[in-house]
Nanobody, 125 residues
Framework: VQLQASGGGPVEAGGSLRLSCARS????????MAWFRQAPGKEREFVSA????????DYADSVKGRFTISRDTAKNTIYLQMNSLKPEDTAVYYC???????????????????WGQGTQVTVSS
């Protein structure tokens, strides 16, 4: 399984970006894909997750109402639409995937087997 993340870049506070994560390889009956982020000097933290089959979603409290996760099953791709960006959203964003998670563990980075390379998001004030 390979995950290819893209869409990061510099943006001013209040602006928007859309991240993409394309998956190739693997066959899953119950795939969950997620976004995590890691700022310098901080631990990796959960941002959002989506189930590829049912489209159920979950968000960190810090991004609720500003970020929207979505999926295109035909393209094996998920997206993270990020609006009203804040300087504290600055981080490297990683996409992750796993085929065995229960919903209660979606926010746990240690539970994901597959990771993409990160994409840098830098929000200036």
């Amino acid at each position: 399984v390979q995950l290819q993340a893209s869409g990061g870049g510099p943006v001013e506070a209040g602006g928007s970006l859309r991240l993409s994560c394309a998956r190739s390889g693997g066959t899953f009956r119950r795939l969950v894909m997620a976004w995590f982020r890691q700022a310098p000097g901080k631990e990796r933290e959960f941002v959002s997750a989506i189930s590829l089959s049912g489209g159920h979603t979950d968000y960190a409290d810090s991004v609720k109402g500003r970020f929207t996760i979505s999926r295109d099953t035909a393209k094996n791709t998920i997206y993270l639409q990020m609006n009203s960006l804040k300087p504290e959203d600055t981080a490297v964003y990683y996409c992750a995937a796993d085929g065995t998670l229960i919903r209660g563990s979606w926010s746990m980075s240690s539970q994901y087997d597959y990771w993409g390379q990160g994409t840098q998001v830098t929000v200036s004030s």
